[in-house]
T-cell receptor, first 112, second 113 residues
């Protein structure tokens, strides 16, 4: 029940296209859902985060869509750029556990 | 503000040795969490410290331990190193414990030979 399932494992998108990464969770006590971006040799960096009281959050080219009833959330990267090529992780936290439960990661490659 | 810093950045040890990794959180942050990242297991939570107290611990053997000092700096120790301990060890800090943004350091790359 503590798992966060992330798909796809890898993704290739043309420059200017839309990149979509999906995550699903089971624990309804989770109340915080961040997305992190990680470049090789660096630690993860927060990209955008959402709480269950909203269904969508947008920051620049990045949008989180949240479906509470389906227990799913997704990251959309609009107008994808080569500089967006990185590994993306979804995560979830809550249930008084105070630890991030991570998805397995998606390696995104944006082709110029 | 300076970000989360971790030292050393790279470390090579042999099986059976022990290692201590250090993490300095962002100024004003009282919570420090440690994660292990490997290609096979992904990111796994080790433990979190808040105000010098361990708040939560992941499913790691007792060889993995940590502590936090009064200035919020944290150390983690791994004793009797095994080959499988080779990983990137990440430290993250946040102002409070709970569902808040965690800010990550660059990690310490540990190689056990």
């Amino acid at each position: 029940q503590q798992q966060v399932k992330q798909s796809p494992q890898s993704l290739i998108v043309q420059k200017g296209g839309i990149s979509i990464i999906n995550c699903a969770y089971e624990n309804t006590a989770f109340d915080y859902f961040p997305w992190y971006q990680q470049f090789p040799g660096k630690g993860p960096a927060l990209l955008i985060a959402i709480r269950p009281d909203v269904s969508e959050k947008k920051e620049g080219r990045f949008t989180i869509s949240f479906n509470k009833s389906a227990k799913q959330f997704s990251l959309h990267i609009m107008d994808s750029q080569p500089g967006d090529s990185a590994t993306y992780f979804c995560a979830a936290e809550g249930d008084s556990n105070y630890q991030l439960i991570w998805g397995a990661g998606t390696k995104l490659i944006i082709k110029p | 503000k300076a970000g989360v810093t971790q030292t050393p950045r790279y470390l090579i040890k042999t099986r059976g040795q022990q290692v201590t990794l250090s993490c300095s959180p962002i100024s004003g942050h009282r919570s420090v969490s440690w994660y292990q990242q490997t290609p096979g297991q992904g990111l796994q939570f080790l433990f979190e410290y808040f105000s010098e107290t361990q708040r939560n611990k992941g499913n790691f053997p007792g060889r993995f331990s940590g502590r936090q000092f009064s200035n919020s700096r944290s150390e983690m120790n791994v004793s009797t190193l095994e080959l499988g301990d080779s990983a990137l060890y990440l430290c993250a800090s946040r102002q409070q414990t709970g569902s808040e943004t965690q800010y990550f350091g660059p990690g310490t790359r540990l190689l056990v030979l």
